[in-house]
């Protein structure tokens, strides 16, 4: 295992974190064992999860496993109660004040975005500030969508002067309320394109049988939203997903910010 059950259940009380009654009964009879996952009840279902959670399994076993607990728990009805343990387990293995690189300064980000919903505003709004000010001593430069990603996660809008500067230049919303950058439309084959989009190409075209990234994207701004569904799916069949949609943001975004990009 890569933890003691037993040291993550003695961590949990020391921190404060309130173990759920029904589980202390059974705390005395709590094993290292991975193959002892059991459903039979509250109290076997949170141990499992806890378990799981800092336990090392084969992918396809925690897989299985994790799909038992978490049908069990939600039968029981203490799937928030389970969330709230694992996450805390991931909070022992992920420490914000430790990122020396873009990978520790990435791989926090992530972990933010799984268990933002389990802390309360201040703590998610002083792990945003933590990260954007690793990035800059890093000399790392966030992507938009990493940006736009933390400033939501902190309850601030995510559509910042810097960012709208950035979206003039490089990012372009589609008929479809999804958004690229320029580079994006680079991957897409000349060929392809001017099959299914002749009339886009046509009015981007530079003379020569290349698609001019820059020039497409500003011209795929202005296409109707039968040409936007094609050019969506053509951008997602070489591997470009939209780092934005409209569809994600609240009504007054959509209507107010979005628009002036």
Same mark, same amino acid.
């Given at each position: 295992?890569? %933890?003691?059950?037993?040291?993550?259940?003695?961590?949990?009380?020391?921190?404060? +974190?309130?173990?759920?009654?029904?589980?202390?009964? /059974?705390?005395?009879?709590?094993?290292?064992?991975?193959?002892?996952?059991?459903?039979?009840?509250?109290?076997?279902?949170?141990?499992?999860?806890? @378990?799981?959670?800092?336990?090392?399994?084969?992918?396809?076993? %925690?897989?299985?496993?994790?799909?038992?607990?978490?049908?069990?728990?939600?039968?029981?009805?203490?799937?928030?109660?389970? @969330?709230?343990?694992?996450?805390?387990?991931?909070?022992?293995?992920?420490?914000?004040?430790?990122?020396?690189?873009? #990978?520790?300064? %990435?791989?926090?980000?992530?972990?933010?975005?799984?268990?933002?919903?389990?802390?309360?505003?201040?703590?998610?709004?002083?792990?945003?500030? #933590?990260? +954007?000010?690793?990035?800059?001593?890093?000399?790392?430069?966030?992507?938009?969508?990493? /940006?736009?990603?933390?400033?939501?996660?902190?309850?601030? $809008?995510?559509?910042?002067?810097?960012?709208?500067?950035?979206?003039?230049?490089?990012?372009? /919303?589609?008929?479809?309320? /999804?958004?690229?950058?320029?580079?994006?439309?680079?991957?897409?084959?000349?060929?392809?394109?001017?099959?299914?989009?002749?009339?886009?190409?046509?009015?981007?075209?530079?003379?020569?049988?290349?698609? #001019?990234?820059?020039? +497409?994207?500003?011209?795929?701004?202005?296409?109707?939203?039968?040409?936007?569904?094609?050019? $969506?799916?053509?951008?997602? @069949?070489?591997?470009?997903?939209?780092?934005? $949609?409209?569809?994600?943001?609240?009504?007054?975004?959509? $209507?107010?910010?979005?628009?002036?990009?």
């Amino acid at each position: 295992m890569g %933890k003691s059950v037993q040291f993550i259940l003695d961590t949990m009380q020391e921190s404060g +974190f309130v173990i759920p009654a029904y589980v202390r009964a /059974k705390q005395a009879s709590v094993t290292d064992d991975s193959n002892d996952i059991r459903i039979d009840g509250q109290g076997s279902v949170w141990l499992s999860a806890v @378990k799981l959670a800092c336990g090392e399994y084969l992918p396809a076993v %925690k897989a299985a496993y994790q799909k038992r607990v978490t049908d069990a728990a939600t039968r029981y009805g203490i799937l928030d109660h389970i @969330k709230e343990a694992s996450a805390f387990i991931e909070r022992m293995d992920i420490d914000p004040q430790q990122i020396r690189t873009e #990978h520790d300064w %990435k791989r926090t980000k992530g972990w933010l975005e799984k268990n933002a919903e389990f802390m309360d505003e201040g703590l998610r709004e002083g792990i945003v500030d #933590h990260l +954007f000010q690793k990035a800059s001593e890093l000399g790392y430069t966030p992507l938009l969508s990493e /940006k736009c990603v933390l400033l939501q996660i902190a309850g601030r $809008d995510p559509f910042t002067e810097d960012v709208r500067q950035m979206a003039e230049e490089g990012i372009h /919303k589609l008929a479809s309320g /999804k958004y690229y950058t320029t580079d994006q439309f680079e991957s897409l084959p000349f060929e392809e394109v001017e099959a299914l989009l002749p009339e886009l190409v046509k009015q981007a075209s530079l003379g020569i049988p290349m698609l #001019h990234a820059t020039l +497409f994207a500003k011209v795929a701004e202005n296409a109707d939203e039968n040409s936007a569904i094609v050019l $969506d799916a053509l951008l997602q @069949k070489y591997g470009q997903m939209p780092i934005m $949609d409209a569809q994600d943001f609240p009504l007054e975004i959509n $209507d107010e910010m979005l628009a002036k990009l």
